[in-house]
């Protein structure tokens, strides 16, 4: 079993509509992180969380350490989400999800 | 405020060849990360430097990859000699430190052929 996993693995909405993207982890962990990785493009990182809830903009980012499970929100979404989405986790010794590949269709 | 450089952009190579990419991290970071990105995967850690000191390289092949940062600023990693299993996307990717947001690199495509 992976030590980070995602889902849904891939996600196609329509424009407007209000997206989720889960992570669970199943190691220790000091901090969060969620990353944004388009076609052909670097990564950019969202957040970095260790408790509660961040947001930015339509991004949310939330955390429960006990259910070690992180979700990330888009509120009304748009083409240009269009990308892959990284929840990575860990201090020293990051581990990564293998990414959510989200499609945001005019 | 300069991002993390990389270079070179695309690399192509035979197997069995050389090949090494540079890392110029963004100034006053002192954590630097190594990540080897495979098509339809996540990154995966290869090494982790705190200033010039490697602090994590339990995933890096160490029978053919090979990284420096000599003077604790940027980075080289090296493979010799190169797989086809080694066509990947290398990441590199800087922090204040180890608990501090990630900036990363536009990543280096390596294809070997």
């Known amino acids: 079993k992976n030590e980070v996993e995602q889902s849904p693995q891939n996600l196609t909405a329509q424009e407007g509509e209000f997206i989720t993207i889960n992570c669970s982890y199943s190691?220790?962990?000091?901090?969060l992180h969620w990353l944004q990785q388009h076609p052909g493009g670097g990564i950019v990182s969202l957040f970095m969380?260790?408790?509660g809830k961040k947001k930015h903009g339509r991004l949310i980012a939330t955390i429960n350490i006990q259910e070690k499970h992180s979700s990330l929100h888009i509120t009304a979404s748009h083409p240009r989400d269009s990308a892959v989405y990284i929840c990575?986790?860990?201090?020293?010794?990051?581990?990564f999800g293998a990414g959510t590949r989200l499609t945001v269709k005019p | 405020e300069a991002g993390v450089a990389q270079s070179p952009r695309y690399k192509i190579i035979e197997k069995r060849q050389s090949v090494a990419f540079w890392c110029n991290p963004i100034?006053?970071?002192?954590?630097l990360y190594w990540y080897q990105q495979i098509l339809g995967q996540g990154p995966k850690l290869l090494i982790q430097?705190?200033?010039?000191?490697?602090?994590?390289d339990s995933q890096l092949p160490k029978d053919r990859f090979s990284a420096e940062r000599l003077k604790g600023v940027d980075s080289t990693l090296k493979i010799q000699p190169a797989k086809l299993e080694d066509s990947a996307v290398y990441l590199c990717?800087?922090?204040?430190?180890?608990?501090?947001?990630?900036?990363f690199g536009s990543g280096t495509q390596l294809s070997v052929l």
């Open positions: 430097f705190q200033n010039n000191g490697v602090v994590d």
């Open positions: 990575a986790v860990g201090a020293n010794d990051m581990r």
């Open positions: 990717a800087s922090s204040f430190g180890t608990l501090e947001k990630l900036f």
């Open positions: 100034s006053g970071h002192a954590t």
């Open positions: 969380l260790s408790s």
């Open positions: 190691v220790g962990i000091s901090a």
